[in-house]
């Protein structure tokens, strides 16, 4: 089995980038299920009904997200509909949406780490633990870690090692180049990196971000949207009658 996990989705240009290189990688690589974060789909920041729609529509079948779910109030009921689109587990009950999905033998996972992150958290392994008990029948279980300590994502990694198919970092926006299986046969790979222009601060405009770390006061940060934009994911091989993982490889490349 050939599961596509790609990085946060960035802005208009991240899109439009991902309907445009998604249709060659499915066809390519054979995949059979694309899992994207797009907690930063909607004009850098935050994800929209409308642009959630769009990322389905290129041919993504799960969406993630992260802390930046919530910039948009009109995001909250459509996370408590059908759509596939998660937020993280461990917010505090009575948050919306759900942070885990089934369907179709195949299980993903929504976590968000505590260190360096806003707002009141729950713990995530913990949040892994109970939701892994609801998924005893379940083989193939793909986690997004949203976090921004590399040692939290490594950590979550190792707890899980053997029990899920896959780990895999988001949030920094910055491809990591250390994929590898675990011993028990989970994937893993600390960031998957975005899908967003190339000569940016995260997806951002550079001066305003410059300005900031200059001046201390904060800025209005605006997405890029010029120039190349990257693509950033990973491939994972998982044999779904056991669930583990025997390949992890990282899927780069660049939009004119």
């Known amino acids: 089995m050939n599961i596509l996990v790609i990085g946060d989705v960035v802005g208009k240009v991240g899109r439009r980038a991902l309907a445009c290189v998604l249709p060659g990688i499915r066809r390519s690589h054979s995949i059979d299920l694309v899992i994207a974060n797009g907690e930063n789909a909607a004009g850098g ?73 806003p707002g009141t958290l729950d713990c995530p392994f913990r949040a892994a633990d109970e939701a892994l008990a609801q998924l005893a029948d379940r083989r193939v279980i793909i986690v997004d870690m949203h976090a921004e300590a590399t040692s939290e994502k490594a950590a979550i990694a190792w707890y899980l090692d053997g029990r899920v198919s896959a780990v895999i970092g988001s949030h920094t926006h910055i491809p990591t180049a250390d994929t590898r299986v675990l011993p028990g046969g ?13 000569d940016s601060i995260l997806g951002m405009e550079t001066r305003p971000v410059i300005e900031t770390f200059l001046s201390g006061l904060p800025s209005r940060f605006t997405t890029e949207e010029r120039g190349p934009v ?6 994972v091989q998982v044999d779904p009658e056991t669930g583990k993982a025997s390949r992890i490889q990282r899927i780069d490349c660049e939009v004119a």
Not at 53 to 69: C, Q
Not at 83 to 106: M, T
Not at 186 to 198: I, K, L, Y
């Open 45 to 117: 920041k935050g994800l929209t009904p409308s642009t959630a729609d769009e990322m389905l529509e290129a041919g993504v079948e799960i969406i993630t997200s992260g802390n930046h779910i919530w910039h948009y109030r009109e995001i909250y009921p459509y996370l408590d509909g059908e759509a596939p689109v998660l937020r993280p587990l461990n917010y505090p009950q009575g948050a919306p949406g759900r942070g885990v999905i089934a369907r179709d033998g195949i299980a993903v996972i929504n976590l968000i780490g505590r260190t360096f992150m």
């Open 186 to 198: 989970t994937a893993f790979v600390t960031d998957a990196g975005m899908v967003g222009p190339r």
């Open 230 to 235: 990257v693509f950033n994911s990973v491939l």
